[in-house]
């Protein structure tokens, strides 16, 4: 049974800086491709950024350059530190994986398993 768990949200002022991680059990981080997406009232669900089974990384245009996503084979976690936080980065996020292949899709639906999501809020 695959459990993704993420840790890490909280409140911070803009420009503070956050780090999520996502603690995987009944998967391997270095199997496939794993993502963070996030999801704000109102909002539809959007990737931030992924990490295939190689170590490639694919970022959203919001986010690429202050987000740096990354895993630890070690650990089974997958991380996103994120640096420069604006109140628009508010939201609910979630990491998610897909077994095998090199895929940096940013599609929610080609991700098989998800977590519960940590929250995360920044204020002005």
């Known amino acids: 049974q695959v459990q993704l768990v993420e840790s890490g949200g909280g409140s911070v002022q803009a420009a503070g800086s956050l780090r999520l991680s996502c603690a995987a059990s009944g998967y391997t981080v270095r199997s496939g491709s794993m993502g963070w997406f996030r999801q704000a009232p109102g909002k539809e669900r959007e990737g931030v950024a992924v990490i295939n089974m190689f170590g490639n990384t694919y970022y959203a245009a919001s986010v690429k350059g202050r987000f740096t996503i990354s895993k630890d084979s070690a650990k089974n976690t997958l991380y996103l530190q994120m640096n420069s936080l604006k109140p628009e980065d508010t939201a609910m996020y979630y990491c998610?994986?897909?077994?095998?292949?090199?895929?940096?899709?940013?599609?929610?639906?080609?991700?098989?398993?998800w977590g519960q999501g940590t929250q995360v809020t920044v204020s002005s």
């Open positions: 998610a994986a897909r077994p095998g292949g090199v895929s940096l899709t940013m599609s929610p639906g080609s991700y098989n398993y």
